[in-house]
């Protein structure tokens, strides 16, 4: 099993939808958790932290539940500019932040 | 203020030679990061820098590959005897300390004729 797994997509949905992502990894002493955003052509960078149960920003919700090992993100009102990849990641700890990428999950936005 | 640099932004290469990728992190970040994407995939953990010593090099996927961070700072990836499947995008990060944010650079793009 890999340590941290996604559905690649690609989620088609016009704009104004509420789309969500699922994402399993399998460390189970993992205690916090991340959702990055990758560009085409771009660097990854942090959309959102989740420490505790889950977290909102916005139009943005990512939700942890431990039990099962599953991270969520839900995007409402969808843009065109929410178009791109959403990677989950699990950071091994040990000292430092070692982090894990899922594969990602594509997005495409549509008018 | 200015991110993480990466140079060069391309780099096509034959099989066999040897290859320099280069890291700027940010001013003052102590940790930075090395990791590998390929097409189609997550960012693969390669090595971690505290300062000037490599911390963590257990992602380096074989002994063709080092990295080094003499002063601190500045950090070049070293890939000796180039193969196809090195083709990637190497992408390096750095963050204040070990346990903070990471920020990455825009990548260099590999390409292994």
């Known amino acids: 099993r890999k340590e941290v797994e996604q559905d690649p997509g690609p989620f088609n949905v016009p704009e104004g939808a509420t789309v969500a992502f699922n994402c399993t990894y399998s460390?189970?002493?993992?205690?916090?958790f991340f959702w990055y955003r990758q560009d085409c052509r771009k660097e990854p960078k942090l959309l959102m932290s989740?420490?505790?149960s889950g977290n909102e920003d916005g139009r943005f919700t990512a939700q942890l539940n431990r039990a099962s090992q599953y991270i969520s993100l839900l995007i409402r009102d969808s843009k065109l500019s929410d178009s791109a990849t959403y990677l989950c990641v699990v950071p091994l700890s040990g000292g430092y932040n070692k982090l894990i990428f899922g594969a990602g999950t594509r997005l495409a936005v549509h008018p | 203020g200015a991110g993480v640099s990466q140079t060069p932004s391309n780099k096509v290469t034959e099989k066999g030679k040897y290859v320099e990728l280069r890291c700027d992190p940010i001013?003052?970040?102590?940790?930075l990061y090395w990791y590998r994407q390929s097409l189609g995939q997550g960012p693969e953990f390669l090595i971690y820098?505290?300062?000037?010593?490599?911390?963590?090099d257990s992602g380096l996927p074989n002994d063709r590959f080092f990295a080094v961070r003499p002063e601190g700072s500045v950090s070049t990836l070293k890939i000796q005897r180039t193969e196809r499947g090195d083709s990637a995008v190497y992408l390096c990060a750095s963050s204040l300390d070990r346990s903070d944010e990471q920020f990455f650079g825009p990548g260099t793009r590999l390409t292994v004729l």
């Open positions: 820098f505290q300062g000037t010593g490599a911390a963590d």
């Open positions: 989740v420490y505790s």
């Open positions: 001013s003052g970040h102590t940790a």
């Open positions: 460390n189970s002493a993992s205690q916090s």
